[in-house]
């Protein structure tokens, strides 16, 4: 079946440095969905990916889809303790919404 | 709204002992999932349902795990018996649609079976 593989497992900045986490898939995706979930908190959306090499940008954020829709990024500029968490990739493939294990990023002032 | 709304936030109990978790979704969305999550294993599937039919539970790891959904209001999961490897986080989420919408989590269930 289809799986969604994210990388790096965990990463630790010092605030103000940027970060990158990366999802592949399997198989070409539908769409891609990013969710952040904080330390003690459940799973918040935060946007969705749909069209081959698409980037978007939330601000600090900028969220890219591959141009063969099977993998994503997401880049956070000038890192800040607000940003502390979980990052997931959720991949559609059509039949169901797969979740990668995660980026935990954890900020030092 | 207030969001996905999942009851008891925290449950602690014996192994052996059937627990029993509830989710109320967000009034008019069509779909309803079940996620577990841990450490070793991330978030997982369970199941999910369209309209309050089950779609598919290929992710329900064995007969121990049941859920129903009896109204568009109202989803339980049923583990029972329980053991301790079943401790986790249980979320539920809700969402428009299937695929092409975001999902909707609730707050999560934390259970530990000792």
């Known amino acids: 079946g289809q799986q969604v593989m994210q990388i790096p497992q965990y990463q630790h900045v010092q605030e103000g440095e940027d970060f990158t986490t990366y999802c592949n898939s399997s198989?070409?995706?539908?769409?891609i969905q990013w969710y952040k979930q904080r330390p003690g908190g459940h799973p918040v959306f935060l946007i969705q990916?749909?069209?081959?090499?698409e980037v978007k940008k939330q601000k600090r954020l900028t969220f890219q889809f591959g141009e063969a829709k099977k993998n994503s990024s997401l880049h956070i500029t000038a890192t800040q303790t607000t940003d502390v968490g979980t990052y997931f990739c959720?991949?559609?493939?059509?039949?169901?919404?797969?979740f990668g294990k995660g980026t935990s990023l954890l900020v030092t002032p | 709204d207030a969001g996905v709304i999942q009851s008891p936030r925290h449950e602690v109990t014996e192994m052996g002992q059937e627990v029993t978790l509830r989710c109320k979704p967000i009034?008019?969305?069509?779909?309803l999932f079940w996620y577990r999550q841990t450490m070793m294993r991330g978030l997982e599937l369970l199941i999910y349902?369209?309209?309050?039919?089950?779609?598919?539970d290929s992710g329900m790891p064995e007969d121990r795990f049941s859920a129903k959904m009896p109204n568009a209001s109202f989803s339980t999961l049923k583990i029972q018996p329980s053991e301790p490897r079943d401790s986790a986080v249980y979320f539920c989420?809700?969402?428009?649609?299937?695929?092409?919408?975001?999902?909707?989590f609730g707050p999560g269930t934390r259970l530990t079976v000792t």
């Open positions: 989420a809700s969402s428009l649609d299937r695929g092409a919408y975001e999902q909707y």
């Open positions: 198989t070409t995706l539908s769409n």
């Open positions: 990916l749909v069209k081959s090499g």
């Open positions: 959720a991949g559609d493939s059509g039949y169901a919404l797969n």
């Open positions: 009034s008019g969305h069509d779909y």
């Open positions: 349902f369209n309209n309050n039919v089950p779609i598919d």
